[in-house]
């Protein structure tokens, strides 16, 4: 994920010392607890982990006291400083070089469960951040996006899918607070994309894991002003929220139905759930029911609807023989190339044009996604170039990009309760150079599918902040969703 844990403006004069004002480095809230490193080095000298605290408001932590915070959540949109106490205050208006290292743990992404009742292991997202800093007083205003753009073609009878957005796809944008919550709802409305609305209630909601009810005011507000529909509500299981161990099966199923009913409250009519355990599946079943409420797993890259742990998960539901049950088909999984955006970000971070060759040659593989990631970086290293330069680049490579074939979706269509559209780029023809969509409609169309798609711009897990403007992207992705749907022959 670009654009680290501090910006340009992040250096604050204090009384202690400095501070730095920080950016959570991910797309979603975490739990405190998923902090598990802070360094930071000023002008070349190591600031000691026992002169730094993280201040939320009138509440600090010290760095040792973070593991026990799985009950604080870093929300989003919040930006706690970083005090560093020093021999001397910086002063206004004073440059220094700041290094600031970070490592964090992303509690919903288990590698493995942890073993007699320890710790699981967890993915890491790592920032290293090297800047020039200059001491400023005050948050710079965020730039306004204003976009021309025409209205939408109108709605015909017989188009076959709904079209939407998942709120993901302005991330970035609503961590740096370029957008409050009505602001981007606003901004959606105001570029013609619609009716249906996701969210990922880690990065939407405030009080997560529980809907709050001021929430819900704010959202029936927007939605009666709009003429929004609920599409689909993204739910995560952090297994690792503590760090001593991982959930137990009843915090998990106590978890999950938080966030049932936090979807019911704001009238989802499905969940996107994030684990298919089977005797999870047994008990929230009665709750789904209850709530009315369809349970929908994704389909991501790398896997497609026939790996093998697809294949698990579609047996699970064959046992269970439940209609709630489903998956969302995420088109991550169906690329045909590797997207413009990413290949600009590893070319920002060093690597040359065989390099980049050399990355979409092993990408096309049929090798598995490990295999494939330790070949480029074995690659790398007999060319005395440092993966680290790359960051989770060299991961995120080809974690998020699948390369199935776009008719394997056929052989669960009834299944398929939900789409994320995802998409990366829109050239200058209107197309997304990495991911085929008239053929992805046609499969669609063909096989029956009649729901939502909700387009999901993850650019900005490559894109610098304020290199494009998402929702104008996902506008012009509406257009060509809607020229593919028109273009498949009447009566398929």
């Keep these: 994920m670009p654009n680290g844990l501090i910006h340009d403006d992040s250096l604050r004069a204090h009384p202690e010392g400095l501070a730095l004002r920080l950016t959570i480095p991910w797309y979603r809230s975490l739990w405190l607890s ?125 188009d076959p899918f709904q079209l939407g957005l998942t709120l993901y796809s ?24 619609g009716p249906g609305i996701e969210i990922v209630a880690s990065q939407m909601v405030p009080t997560y894991p529980v809907v709050g009810d001021d929430f819900v005011r704010t959202w029936r507000d927007a939605f009666d002003r709009h003429g929004f529909v609920e599409s689909s509500f993204g739910a995560n299981l952090d297994m690792g929220r503590r760090r ?33 355990k089977p005797e999870l599946l047994r008990r929230l079943l009665p709750i789904a029911e209850d ?35 489903g998956f969302v088909a995420d088109f991550s999984s169906t690329m045909h190339a590797m997207s413009p955006t990413l290949l600009r970000a590893v070319r920002r971070a060093g690597l040359d044009d065989e390099a980049v060759a050399k990355l979409q040659e092993i990408w096309a593989t049929d090798a598995t996604m490990q295999a494939r990631q330790q070949e480029f970086i074995a690659y790398l290293r007999g060319r005395d170039f440092d993966p680290g330069r790359l960051g ?19 052989d669960i269509m009834p299944q398929i309760l939900h789409v994320h559209a995802k998409f990366y780029d829109i050239d200058d023809e209107g197309q997304e150079p990495a991911i085929d969509y008239p053929e992805l409609v046609r499969v669609f169309v063909e096989g029956g599918y009649r729901g939502f798609w909700s387009s999901e711009w993850e650019g900005h897990a490559f894109a610098e902040l304020g290199e494009v403007d998402p929702l104008l992207l996902v506008r012009r992705q509406h257009d060509l969703i809607r020229a593919s749907m028109r273009a498949v022959p009447a009566g398929v």
């Design 244 to 276: 001593d161990r991982d959930m137990t099966p009843d915090e998990e199923f106590a978890f999950s139905t938080l966030m049932f009913e936090g979807a019911k409250k704001l009238g989802f009519p499905l969940v996107r759930i994030q684990s298919a």
């Design 392 to 410: 989770s680049f060299a991961h995120l490579a080809f974690n998020m990009h699948g390369h199935v074939d776009p008719r394997e979706w056929a």
């Design 34 to 158: 998923s902090v598990t490193t802070l360094a930071l080095t000023v002008d070349g000298e190591r600031v000691y982990a026992d002169d730094l605290r993280v201040e939320f408001g009138d509440t600090s932590y010290r760095l040792d006291e973070l593991p026990e915070q799985s009950e604080r959540l870093w929300f989003l949109q919040e930006h706690p400083l970083l005090i560093a106490r020093r021999s001397a205050p910086v002063a206004l208006g004073e440059t220094h070089d700041v290094v600031l290292h970070g490592e964090l743990r992303l509690p919903y992404m288990q590698i493995a469960p942890g073993a007699d009742g320890g710790p699981g292991m967890y993915v890491p997202n790592v920032v290293h951040d090297v800047k020039s800093l200059t001491v400023v007083a005050a948050d710079a205003e965020p730039p306004a996006l204003v976009s021309e753009v025409a209205p939408p073609p109108p709605a015909v009878d017989g």
């Design 170 to 193: 302005a991330s970035a944008e609503f961590r740096a607070g370029w957008f409050d919550f009505d602001g981007l709802l606003d901004r959606v409305a105001e570029l013609g994309i």
């Design 291 to 325: 709530l009315e409420l369809k349970l929908a797993y994704e389909i991501h890259a790398p896997m497609g609807p026939n790996s093998e742990p697809i294949l698990r998960v579609r047996e699970t539901y064959a046992e269970l023989d439940s209609p709630l049950l």
